[in-house]
Every structure is written in C-alpha cells, then in structure tokens.
C-alpha cells in the first residue's frame, strides 16, 4: 500500500480562484514533507518544505500546511493562473537515524487544469 | 546554472531494440538516481548511485541496467525495451543520501513501437 495519498486525483479550477489540494501519508517517523509541481512532460520542481516541527510555508501564491499529528497535509493555491496547471506531488522523507538511508515516498499527485 | 541535464528529452525505440538514456548533472553530488514514471502514476525509484555504489531496487526487472562512469554522468540502459517500458524516466541527483532533497531532470519521455 502506497504510503503517500493524495486527493482529488484531478481538478478543474477557473483562473483567479483558489484551491487547496489534500495529502495524508503514514510514514512514520519522518523527516520532511516537500510539494512539488510537475509541469506535463517536465520534471518535478520542489515548491515546499517542511519538517516536522512546522505547520506552514509559503512560496509566493503556494501555501503548504503540516499537520504531523493526524499525519495530513495539505496545499493551498490562492488566486490561481493558466501557468498553475501541473501535477502536485506531494513527497514524504523518512527519517533516518543511522546511516542507512530513507527512500523517498512519492503520492501520485493531484493534476490541476485552471480554465480561464 | 547548475542543473540535472537529460538527453534526448523524447526517444522513440523498436520493441527489443536496446536504448540508452543520459543524465548528467552540474551539482557535483555524490548520489544520482534514476525513476520510471508512468502516465498519472508517482515515480518509481528504479536504482541510485550513491558515489560509485550501485543499489539497485528488488523489483527492478533485470532489464534496466545503469553506469555512472564519473560523478558527473549517469546512464540508463534498457537491454530489450517492451510496450510496458514506455514511461517517463526521470533522473535526479542529491548532495548526500541523507540530505534527501533531490533535483529533478526534465525527463526523458521513452516510447516503444
């Protein structure tokens, strides 16, 4: 079972409004949670970052919650343009104690389409 | 810039006929990875180089083979692509295995005839 759920699977908004996309992971323990926007046909850009110990983080329009109690987090994009369609991905870092290392775990992302 | 570099960003194949597809990276980071992505589906951690040690995943068909001949390059080898091998094949690099942010290149989109 994947270990990184994300909702909606796809979107539709229309520009200027907002929305907020939803993930839920069990990865336990962890390090840090990054969204990233995954252009169609491009590879992922890391939008956000947060560890445990932060609730929020804001990138321009993009604002990432954490919620590391119930495991939730969610992204939030305000006054949404044409440039915004993408996929989000939300990726989830183990943490690591010793010197193995965590394999990153990728949700399958939401895909946004903003119509004018 | 630095960046993760891929090449070609669009490769078409026969079924059977071995391709190989390049990363390469301007970061100097020790640890470069590579992913199968398949259409709204998350990316699939394939194999990593961390310096020159290869650690391939357990599902990883024997198929897909890598090289990183120096720090800077890295290879994807596909010895007998099938129709199910069609995917985006992402490459991506980190400083350290443990500094787990990664760098992602444009991607490499694989189709097979």
């Known amino acids: 079972k994947n270990q990184v759920e994300q909702s909606p699977q796809s979107l539709i908004i229309l520009e200027g409004k907002n929305c907020t996309l939803q993930c839920n992971y069990t990865v336990s323990p962890f390090s840090n949670l990054r969204w990233y926007k995954q252009d169609t046909g491009r590879g992922p850009v890391s939008l956000t970052i947060?560890?445990?110990?932060?609730n929020t983080k804001s990138n321009g329009r993009y604002t990432a919650t954490l919620d590391a109690d119930t495991k939730q987090s969610s992204l939030h994009i305000t006054a949404s343009q044409l440039s915004d369609s993408a996929s989000y991905i939300c990726?989830?870092?183990?943490?690591?104690?010793?010197?193995?290392?965590?394999?990153?775990?990728f949700g399958a992302g939401t895909q946004v389409v903003v119509t004018p | 810039d630095a960046m993760v570099i891929q090449n070609p960003r669009y490769q078409v194949t026969q079924f059977g006929k071995p391709v190989t597809l390049s990363c390469s990276q301007t970061?100097?980071?020790?640890?470069m990875y590579w992913y199968q992505q398949k259409s709204s589906q998350a990316p699939k951690l394939l194999f990593h180089?961390?310096?020159?040690?290869?650690?391939n995943e357990a599902d990883t068909p024997d198929n897909f083979q890598s090289r990183r001949p120096n720090t800077s390059f890295c290879f994807l080898d596909i010895r007998s692509p099938g129709l199910g091998d069609a995917a985006m094949y992402l490459c991506?690099?980190?400083?350290?295995?443990?500094?787990?942010?990664?760098?992602f290149g444009p991607g490499t989109r694989l189709t097979v005839l």
């Open positions: 970061l100097n980071h020790n640890v």
């Open positions: 991506a690099t980190s400083r350290d295995r443990r500094v787990n942010e990664q760098f």
């Open positions: 947060m560890t445990f110990s932060e």
């Open positions: 990726v989830v870092s183990p943490d690591v104690t010793t010197d193995s290392w965590g394999k990153l775990q």
């Open positions: 180089y961390y310096d020159k040690d290869f650690n």
